[in-house]
């Protein structure tokens, strides 16, 4: 089946800090979303990005099909974006990552 | 409703029960997917719903674990002889193409 690795694993960032996270994925899809899951454990939905270039407000995101990556990218980061990052794949079912914890400190 | 609802938001239950999980998608949505989350992972698929009929429920763990969704909206997730590895957070997704829209989860815990 279709493997997933996000990278860091881990990562802790001062408010103000910009960030960087990197989705690998081992085959072809067609649905590839970004999730911020909360600290009551709820899934928000940040991109749905199979392809192409996105941005949000202070996020962005962009995958490149062909060489089977997305990254994430954070600007000036807030307390409020402290939690777990999950990128996740697939055609109908989806597959997760394991995710980036981030934390950000005041 | 606006989004993904989903019922009970815990459910306590003692090794050897039977419990029942619902889920009521998005309005309108035809695709309902049942995931699991264990502490300190990504969610794990379980199965889909295209319509009334399950498209794909590769990812039931066994035959204890049974989902229907009659009326090609509410789906239920049901659950035969609870054992203490059920625990977990329980996830609904919807979808109306291919974008997931996620539920916040029922909390099982199997004493």
């Known amino acids: 089946g279709i493997q997933v690795e996000q990278s860091p694993p881990d990562l802790i960032l001062q408010e103000g800090a910009n960030s960087t996270l990197r989705c690998n994925f081992s085959d072809s899809v067609n649905n590839l979303q970004w999730f911020h899951q909360n600290p009551w454990g709820q899934l928000i939905n940040l991109f749905y990005?199979?392809?192409g270039t996105k941005q949000n407000g202070r996020l962005s995101a962009t995958t490149v099909a062909t060489e089977r990556y997305s990254l994430l990218y954070i600007s000036s980061s807030q307390t409020t974006d402290s939690g777990v990052y999950f990128c996740a794949v697939g055609f109908q079912k989806l597959v997760f990552g394991t995710g980036t914890r981030l934390l950000v400190s005041p | 409703g606006a989004g993904v609802s989903q019922t009970p938001s815990n459910k306590v239950t003692e090794k050897g029960k039977y419990v029942e999980l619902r889920c009521d998608p998005i309005?309108?949505?035809?695709?309902l997917y049942w995931y699991r989350q264990s502490l300190g992972q990504g969610p794990e698929f379980l199965i889909y719903?295209?319509?009334?009929?399950?498209?794909?429920d590769s990812g039931l763990p066994n035959d204890r674990f049974f989902a229907v969704r009659p009326e090609g909206s509410v789906s239920t997730l049901k659950i035969q002889r609870t054992e203490r590895g059920d625990s977990a957070v329980y996830l609904c997704?919807?979808?109306?193409?291919?974008?997931?829209?996620f539920g916040p989860g029922t909390r099982l815990t199997v004493l």
């Open positions: 719903f295209q319509g009334t009929g399950a498209a794909d």
């Open positions: 997704a919807s979808s109306g193409g291919y974008e997931q829209f």
């Open positions: 990005i199979p392809s």
């Open positions: 309005s309108g949505h035809t695709a």
